[in-house]
């Protein structure tokens, strides 16, 4: 039997800001035991679970991992919009004239999220 991925883990400064941020990013929930100033945070969505702990030390490099993210009921343009303004910066943009590509962002602790086309754009 294989093992199952339980939780997508983040060390971060603010568990529960970041959570807050990646539950409007996937739709999901925040634990009901979760609160300002807890030492970690869960978020729950459809796909996927995310844990986010607390560490003193910063992000300084490019993360190892990341999460590509495909929008379900928009484009990704207006995917990338919408994330903007739940507080995602633009890194590096990709998209190409003939509408292929994707967007790398930071969430607000500058980890890094790819957003990928719809699958409609995908399977035209």
Not at 28 to 44: C, M, Q, R, T, Y
Not at 94 to 114: F, K, S
């Amino acid at each position: 039997m294989s093992s199952l991925v339980r939780h997508i883990t983040f060390d971060c400064a603010d568990p529960y800001a970041l959570a807050t941020f990646w539950a409007g990013v996937l739709d999901g929930k925040l634990s009901e035991e979760d609160f300002p100033g807890d030492p970690e945070a869960l978020v729950h969505s459809v796909n996927a679970t995310l844990l986010f702990i607390r560490v003193d030390e910063g992000k300084t490099v490019k993360n190892r991992v990341h999460l590509d993210l495909q929008p379900q009921d928009r484009t990704r343009d207006e995917e990338v919009d919408r994330l903007l303004a739940l507080g995602a910066t633009l890194h590096e943009d990709h998209r190409r004239p003939d509408g292929r590509g994707w967007v790398t962002l930071h969430d607000p602790e500058g980890n890094e999220l790819c957003v990928e086309r719809e699958a409609g754009a995908r399977t035209a």
